[in-house]
């Protein structure tokens, strides 16, 4: 019982659909790793577990009456960027931390419906603003390879509690880097779809162009499992694509021979960390010891990906945050008879630094005699980046990079200065950018820490991203290692 905790998604569904474990076993077993370890990880913002209970009991009866799917009874957290009907949900901000919803998002729905087992909601940096979960207005989360350093963020508790065996899959959110970085940095898979494949309705925004669901697993099968749930396209969100989505977990076993991979050279510069480049490069070579042919190629507008980002997510930032003036919900500061004074000293106290910082830049970005300047050209930059993957993407299948730069580091490390956290998203914000689908992969430790291998493809090519990612996690055995809290 006491390994229960860290079984996969097919683990999980192959013991649960053969009545081998129950899914009020399996829940408890989460539940029990919680009470174990989550004093000093901190995952966690609010935990669930007479719902988690009650939803696995109710999975009993449906695996019984022989209904279900991969799903059913398995226990997930979701981070506290999405709606949950009569659950807390913060953002990680004092600003919404009494807000309680009244549905669900589209994706949380999606599980639900699937019979999924809610253990609570994940710890992030406020508003998904951040690199490290050390931006939360409750706590900062700790990596389960070493307490002393970050998880990275900002979906930082989804990917600690997966590493920590508290939950066997998270949702998390991306919008530059945030699945995929604190996966690599927590030795674990993310996955960022394409944007417009799985719906944000419920999502709460950050940057509206840029932000994306994806799930955070064990392996790249649950990754699978996840996104065939949680794909598709809902009325509810205007950005959601019409297309079929496809049976992503069909394609995985597939060999790679043939396949056409390319390592960008600009993903590769001074500031990778030596053991993170060691690492890539070396599971690059296990790509090509499987089949696949790998070429050099070049992304010449990358350099400015960062610059592009830091106008364009601010900005939108600016405008969504817009919404929190104290007068229709969330925190609201009530000693002033003066509406502005109470506008204002409502953002003053509601909002932490980074969240004020990405506001203030944002409506710096979008003011008048600034927005031609800063916002159009960011806008034109970005057109530019997407047109390098789309001429890179005519060569190769897809681009093969490190996820991050570096390793976990230290807490409270960068928090003095933003611009080195902000560099920390230099390998993932481009994918954002381009609204192109990425995923991270374990490929090996870089003096003890992990360190993950980033794919990238073209628009809707996550059968190819998880048939590759797949093929390698099979290859090697770095998915199969534990952090040992």
């Known amino acids: 019982m006491a390994e229960l905790n860290w079984l996969s998604i097919q683990e999980a569904h192959s013991q649960l659909t053969s009545r081998q474990i129950s899914s009020v076993e399996l829940t408890q077993a989460c539940l029990d790793r919680i009470d174990a370890v989550e004093d000093r990880v901190q995952s966690f ?85 951040g690199s490290s979960c050390e931006n939360s207005a409750f706590h ?26 508290e939950a066997i899959y998270a949702l998390g959110s991306d919008t530059g880097g945030s699945v995929r970085q604190p996966a690599a940095l927590c030795g ?24 994306q669901i994806g799930p955070v697993g064990r ?41 056409r991979l390319g390592v960008p050279e600009e993903y590769f510069t001074d500031g990778i960390e030596p053991g993170t480049r060691k690492a890539v490069e070396e599971a690059v070579s296990t790509l090509e010891g499987l089949g696949a042919s790998v070429r050099p190629v070049s992304l010449p507008t990358t350099r400015y990906a960062l610059a592009c980002y830091y106008i364009i997510a601010p900005s939108e930032c600016s405008a969504n945050l817009a919404r929190y003036d104290g007068v229709k919900y969330g925190y609201s500061y009530q000693d002033t008879d003066d509406m502005w ?72 490390e960068k928090t003095g200065d933003p611009v080195q956290m902000y560099l920390i998203d230099v390998c993932t914000l481009p994918v954002n950018i381009a609204g192109l689908p990425g995923l991270s992969v374990p490929c090996g430790f870089s003096e003890g820490l992990p360190v993950g291998m980033q794919l990238i493809g073209p628009h809707f090519s996550e059968e190819t991203l998880l048939r590759t990612a797949h093929a390698y996690e099979t290859a090697t055995q770095w998915s199969k290692a534990r952090a040992a809290i």
């Open 45 to 129: 913002l609010t935990l669930t577990p007479e719902i988690a209970l009650a939803q696995a009991e109710e999975a009993d009866r449906m695996l019984a009456a022989g209904e279900g799917g991969p799903l059913t009874g398995v226990p997930v957290q979701i981070k506290d960027v999405m709606c949950t009907e009569g659950v807390l949900t913060t953002c990680a901000s004092r600003m919404l931390e009494n807000f309680v919803p009244v549905y669900n998002a589209t994706a949380v729905e999606r599980i639900i419906s699937r019979g999924a087992v809610m253990l609570g909601k994940g710890n992030m940096d406020e508003f998904a603003m």
């Open 140 to 165: 900062p989360t700790r990596n389960p390879w070493d307490l002393e350093r970050v998880p990275g963020g900002s979906s930082g508790g989804a990917a600690a509690s997966v590493a920590a065996g």
């Open 188 to 211: 674990v898979v993310g996955l960022k779809p394409t944007y417009g494949l799985v719906s944000r309705y419920g999502l709460i925004a950050f940057a509206s162009s840029l932000d």
């Open 219 to 259: 392996t790249v099968a649950d990754c699978a499992l996840v996104l065939n749930a949680i794909a598709g396209h809902d009325p509810r969100d205007a950005t959601s694509v019409t297309r079929e989505p496809k049976d992503y977990y069909a394609g995985l076993g597939r060999d790679i021979k043939g396949l």
């Open 341 to 412: 004074e109470a506008m204002e000293k409502t953002r003053e106290y509601g909002f932490g630094p980074e969240v004020t910082r990405r506001v203030m830049l944002g409506t710096y970005a979008l003011s008048s005699g600034y927005y031609d300047a800063y916002y159009l050209k960011a806008q034109q930059a970005r057109t530019l980046i997407r047109q390098d993957f789309d001429r890179v993407f005519q060569e190769v299948d897809a681009l093969v990079t490190p996820t991050s730069p570096v390793t976990a580091f230290k807490i409270g």
